[in-house]
């Protein structure tokens, strides 16, 4: 099985930043890829960010151009600068086996911008 650990959300101001972190461990599927979703109140839970285990990403419009996916290793990074209220929810660290579509999550760190 694969086990995922966030951590880095909290409460931060408007226009302020945070860095999320993921790390992988247990079973861990010889190709996957990685992500960063999040579910705000009332709201579906959507993707944020994704990457491939080529390095190729894929972000939100809501975000593009404020936050940045990386990876390395089993772990996975999300950056986010410049952040507003409504990026204020729950984010989910995500595996995603690639030959099987197999979805793994982690528990969520929650993220409130306010000020």
């Known amino acids: 099985q694969v086990h995922l650990a966030e951590s880095g959300g909290g409460l931060v101001q408007p226009g302020g930043s945070l860095r999320l972190s993921c790390a992988a461990s247990?079973?861990?599927?010889?190709?996957?890829?990685m992500g960063w979703y999040r579910q705000a109140p009332g709201k579906q839970r959507e993707l944020v960010a994704a990457?491939?285990?080529?390095?190729s990403t894929n972000y939100a419009d809501s975000v593009k151009d404020r936050f940045t996916i990386s990876r390395e290793s089993v772990k996975v990074y999300l950056q986010m600068n410049s952040l507003k209220p409504e990026d204020t929810a729950v984010y989910y660290c995500n595996v995603r086996e690639i030959l099987y579509d197999v979805d793994y999550w982690g528990k969520g760190t929650l993220v409130t911008v306010s000020s």
């Open positions: 247990g079973s861990i599927p010889s190709f996957y890829n």
């Open positions: 990457v491939t285990s080529g390095g």
